[in-house]
């Protein structure tokens, strides 16, 4: 089995910052990849940003690409997820995502709110 601990949500002002860690323990063995998605309250759960663990190759989605960066510490299975210039529509619940073995495995979590 995979868990994962999420760290780092909270309460920011808009244009201010925050970094979101997650760190896989467990059988963590060949994972293609690790990131982070968003749901905000009556909406869907969006794909944020994630980033291959073999080649550190990141993905980001349009809506947060050049605030946002994803980074990894392979060594200690962690992936981070650092916003900057936040925007209160960049409220959510986020969750972080590990790809292995085939198998997407989720965390419980963080909340991320950005007040006006």
């Known amino acids: 089995q995979v868990q994962l601990l999420e760290s780092g949500g909270g309460l920011v002002q808009a244009g201010g910052s925050l970094r979101l860690s997650c760190a896989a323990s467990g059988r963590t063995f060949r994972t293609y990849s690790m990131g982070w998605f968003r749901q905000a309250p009556g909406k869907e759960r969006d794909f944020v940003a994630a980033v291959s663990w073999s080649d550190g190759m990141p993905s980001i989605a349009d ?21 900057n210039s936040l925007k209160p529509e960049d409220t959510a619940v986020y969750y972080c995502n590990a ?10 979590g963080t909340q991320v709110t950005v007040s006006s």
Do not use: C, E, P
């Not at 050049?66 to 981070?80: L, P």
């Not at 790809?99 to 419980?108: A, K, P």
């Open 63 to 83: 809506s947060v690409k050049g605030r946002f960066t994803i980074s990894r510490d392979n060594a200690n299975n962690t992936v981070y997820l650092l916003m």
């Open 99 to 108: 790809h292995i073995r085939g198998v997407n495995y989720w965390g419980q």
